[in-house]
């Protein structure tokens, strides 16, 4: 992926270690999230409130795995970045999926909704 790809990736990390929001929703977590925006992926480790790491996904170049999958087409995404939808609701209308570890995907659904409604807004979609 390109260096905008790393440069958004950054930019989510930093949103979400500043979102009081996600903190809460994420003050247990040791989890392995893997964010899909369309065709696109990103690597993220939350542990204790906090986003430490952060990258573009390959299958081949990422070996560390995940325990949740966070994604849907993009679409999806940018109904909810122009706020005429939200995470809630295209989870429920199953425009995205939580998939993976169901026990970690329940506990850590506050803070994804943080991060799809709050933010991805803020960030803004990554370049195709």
Known sequence: ????????ATRV???????AEFAAGAEWLDLKLLLR???QAWWFKVYRGRVIDA????????RLGYEVVVGGPRA???RIVARSS???????MASLHVD????EGDRSYRALVALGDQIV????????
């Open 55 to 62: 990258m573009p996904y390959a299958v081949s170049s990422n």
């Open 37 to 39: 925006i369309g065709e």
């Open 13 to 19: 990390q930093d949103a979400a270690n500043a979102n």
């Open 100 to 103: 993976g570890l169901r026990v």
């Open 86 to 92: 939200s995470f809630g609701r295209e989870h429920a």
């Open 76 to 78: 999806a995404w940018q």
């Open 1 to 8: 992926m390109s260096e905008t790809s790393e440069t958004w």
């Open 121 to 128: 807004r803020s960030v803004g979609l990554p370049q195709e």
